[in-house]
């Protein structure tokens, strides 16, 4: 009965299995004794779900007909629009309008809309994307669901981001394919935590550059947990200046998510913020992703849209969330603190980390042993193909001091 195209397309046990494993757990076995580190939502150190209040209020005053009603175009409200380019290019506008760079949004159904709309938008069916090596495991979801193959590029070379492996993946794929759409989840990649330096950015550009004397060159910079980078708001956006003036087919989209910067999860608001020096790319890029759009889910959440807007409308809000911010940011770097000195006092390996809600333990054999040995002490990590990620956003900061010399006994205990 099932399309052929769906037969066997089938989510794994991904992180919401898992949690559900957890509640279940809970009824019969006490919290204290649980360490659920499974979904990427910020909790606070009770296991509560961190909501901004500012944002609630704002929420809870909307008027109804801004909740309940149609929001007014099928790609976002202009006042969206609007905010979510002050939220992320505030900085790199002047420098854009000089270059001739081009810059349009379209809303879309949480940063998973950027995307899809991304990979539905531009790859041929039966093309190969490039993903990372460490990654947030709905990218190959979203890649089957548009018929595509993926390769991973290699992350880390030691401690830094491997250049050379992604330039040589890149460089085979586009000769042969003549167009490549790569992922590249920056900063506070999920699942590792790690993001590129300035100068890495430079590198990736000229690459990228490079790549684009072959063929046509999609970037899409994942940027969902872009508000919990460690070096601050301004350093967060600080590559985007790079995206100027990038030869015509360079095309760069960004996945822009309220979840997580605005603690929106359930809202479900997003945005594809395409940025090109090609009049006409970007001329495409507003009548197909309206389109997109239009045959998936219509237009999004009026609700979510809204709060945006007021939040970029009046900046008393804005000042009040990024305080609130701060402060959360400071939580995650006690919790980073603590897990990373335990995991050092335990010679627990782990991949390089400088921010954000993740850190992932690289494991190359007996994966499924160490998980079930984990889940025995009521222990709930993410496995990965080839590692478990630790969600520091999610548990408090006393159970990640003995989660290291767990993992790391589990792990011992399967060493031959
Ligand atoms: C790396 C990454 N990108 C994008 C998203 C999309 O989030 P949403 O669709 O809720 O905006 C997530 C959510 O977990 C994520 O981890």
Do not use: M
């Given at each position: 009965m099932l399309s052929k195209k769906l037969i066997n397309k089938k989510l794994g046990q991904g992180a919401f299995a898992m949690a559900r494993q957890v509640k279940e757990l809970k009824k019969t076995t006490d919290n204290s004794k649980i360490i659920n580190s499974t979904i990427g939502t910020f909790f606070d150190n009770n296991e509560n779900l961190l909501i901004f209040d500012t944002v609630e209020k704002i929420y809870k005053e909307l008027p109804p007909v801004d909740i309940f009603g149609y929001a007014s175009g099928v790609s976002g409200s202009a006042e969206y629009k609007e905010a979510v380019k002050k939220d992320i290019l505030s900085n790199h506008l002047d420098l854009f309008t000089k270059t001739k760079t081009y810059i349009d949004v379209t809303a879309t159904a949480g940063g998973t809309g950027a995307i899809h709309n991304t990979f539905k938008g531009y790859a041929e069916e039966g093309d190969t994307i490039l993903l990372p090596n460490f990654m947030w495991e709905a990218y190959v979801n979203l890649s089957q669901a548009n018929n595509l193959n993926y390769q991973t590029y290699n992350l880390f070379d030691n401690n830094s981001f491997?250049?050379?492996?992604?330039?040589?993946?890149?460089?085979?794929?586009?000769?042969?394919?003549?167009?490549?759409?790569?992922?590249?989840?920056?900063?506070?990649?999920?699942?590792?935590?790690?993001?590129?330096?300035?100068?890495?950015?430079?590198?990736?550009?000229?690459?990228?550059?490079?790549?684009?004397?072959?063929?046509?060159?999609?970037?899409?910079?994942?940027?969902?947990?872009?508000?919990?980078?460690?070096?601050?708001?301004?350093?967060?956006?600080?590559?985007?200046?790079?995206?100027?003036?990038?030869?015509?087919?360079?095309?760069?989209?960004?996945a822009y998510s309220m979840s997580k910067s605005f603690t929106c999860y359930g809202l479900r608001s997003g945005a594809q913020i395409a940025i090109s020096s090609s009049q006409e790319i970007m001329e495409e890029f507003s009548y197909s992703s309206e389109f997109l759009c239009r045959t998936s889910w219509s237009n999004i959440s009026k609700g979510g849209m809204a709060i945006l807007s007021e939040i970029f409308n009046n900046d008393n809000y804005l000042n009040e969330i990024d305080a609130n911010r701060i402060e959360w940011v400071k939580l995650l770097k006690e919790r980073a603190k603590v897990f990373l000195e335990n995991a050092e006092k335990e010679n627990l390996n782990h991949c390089p980390f400088k921010g954000g809600f993740f850190i992932t333990i690289p494991i190359s054999e007996h994966k499924e042993k160490i998980l079930k040995y984990l889940i025995e002490k009521n222990i709930f990590v993410l496995p990965l193909k080839n590692g478990i990620r630790v969600a520091i956003c999610s548990v408090p900061t006393e159970k990640l001091k003995k989660l290291p010399k767990e993992i790391k006994k589990a792990i011992d205990n399967f060493q031959i």
């Open positions: 491997d250049l050379k492996d992604f330039s040589e993946k890149i460089l085979t794929l586009i000769k042969k394919q003549k167009k490549v759409i790569i992922v590249i989840n920056d900063p506070c990649q999920n699942p590792t935590g790690y993001s590129l330096s300035f100068e890495e950015w430079e590198a990736v550009i000229e690459i990228l550059k490079k790549a684009s004397s072959y063929g046509e060159v999609i970037l899409l910079n994942d940027i969902a947990y872009i508000d919990y980078d460690f070096r601050g708001k301004e350093l967060s956006r600080k590559h985007f200046s790079l995206f100027a003036n990038l030869p015509k087919n360079i095309f760069v989209i960004l």
